[in-house]
């Protein structure tokens, strides 16, 4: 995995020298507001000059991974983070939906406000159907997200999930890398 604020252009020319082919990159969203919201620390054009560096001065392949519906996330905003998937480098992307894991900031904060069922019942018990939703959270599934926003319910946000993989991958471009892919393999 690679983080855009570290790339500049000796270090991608020195990871192809030690034969690195491919990186992936934990983008999260195409939308300022929404890197703000889950403390990213980058920006759009972090991420876009940082790809055009790896671009530029190698011949590394870029992945790049994408969430759905972070906190706050309206339908338009998650609708510009396809945009900006599409309009970016990238051989592969996966859209995934946002699963705020245990021990992690986010999970804290959403527990603490209440808008996220942990399993964990008043009586010390755990409920294991709410940890079965923790699987979800790549593959395409009829179950519902852990959590989701105000502005976006479960059948919208897995909508929008399909239809990221359906507009990046059904591209004249990513045909042809896709292709590319299995000739090599």
Known sequence: DAHVRYVTPELVRAMQDAQCYALDFGIESGVDRLLKVIKKNTTVK???????????????????????????????????????AKRLPLEMAQFSILTPYPGSPLFNDLKQSG??????????????????????????????????TPSLSSEEVRDLQKKAQREFYLRPYQIACQIKRLRLH
């Open 115 to 148: 808008a996220l069922d942990t399993g964990v019942r008043s009586d010390g018990s755990v409920e294991l159907s709410v940890w079965d939703l923790y699987s979800a959270y790549v593959s395409f599934t009829d179950k519902d997200p852990i959590c989701v």
């Open 46 to 84: 972090q991420i876009e000059d940082a790809l055009h560096c790896v671009r530029t001065h190698s011949r590394i392949k870029m992945n790049g991974l994408f969430i759905l519906g972070l906190p706050s996330e309206t339908y338009d905003e998650a609708c510009a983070t396809i945009d900006f």
